[in-house]
């Protein structure tokens, strides 16, 4: 079978960086939520979060490859590291940030916590959630990349890496233009997201 360093490409785009994108919204929200609803877990795991979120993710590459092995695996858990503790700090601050008097007033005609979430804290949050959105898909495709670094034989962080080792600057131009292509694409489909969900509100 064709073993060659593009092979695969489709797949590697399509699935691996939609899959770690959707578990970072999915994650992010989750934990910015349970943050929220619990004061005394953010106060102990906001500062964790915060160092986590400093510390180089290329560094930390490696060190995913060795403990979940040289495969997709360390590849998605290399793009949601890169995404995933900024984007928690990000939403939960929108969470914090809600304007305390209309919390209080909706407490006052009897709204229940669910409520005040589901009426109030989401929708006032929704400009930020999008807009960390429309950064992490393109720190996913920044991950999927670094992954393949170390952990493919295939796709265009394969071929970037391969290439440079033999001195093959066209390989690498190509790569590049096609990361922008594919990242503009990425953007203007989150782009489009946004503005369904501006008529709904």
Do not use: H
């Amino acid at each position: 079978r064709d073993r060659s360093p593009s092979r695969g490409l489709g797949d590697v785009y399509k699935r691996q960086t939609f899959f770690s994108f959707g578990l970072i919204i999915v994650f992010s929200i989750g934990t910015a939520l349970l943050l929220w609803l619990c004061k005394p877990l953010s106060d102990i795991l906001e500062p964790y979060i915060v160092v986590l979120n400093s510390l180089p993710k290329s560094a930390l590459a490696p060190m995913l490859i060795v403990w979940l092995g040289n495969n997709a695996k360390a590849i998605i858990v290399t793009a949601i590291s890169v995404a995933i503790f900024g984007t928690i700090l990000n939403i939960y601050t929108s969470f914090a940030d809600t304007d305390p008097d209309k919390i209080k007033l909706m407490k006052t005609f009897g709204g229940s916590r669910f409520q005040i979430l589901t009426k109030l804290i989401l929708p006032a949050s929704l400009n930020t959630i999008v807009s960390n959105m429309k950064v992490n898909i393109g720190l996913c495709l920044v991950g999927v990349i670094i992954g393949e670094f170390l952990a493919a034989r295939a796709g265009l962080g394969y071929v970037i890496i391969y290439n440079s080792q033999i001195f093959n600057m066209d390989p690498i131009a190509m790569s590049i233009i096609i990361l922008c292509i594919i990242s503009m694409i990425l953007f203007k489909i989150i782009d489009l997201i946004q503005k369904c969900v501006e008529k709904l509100y």
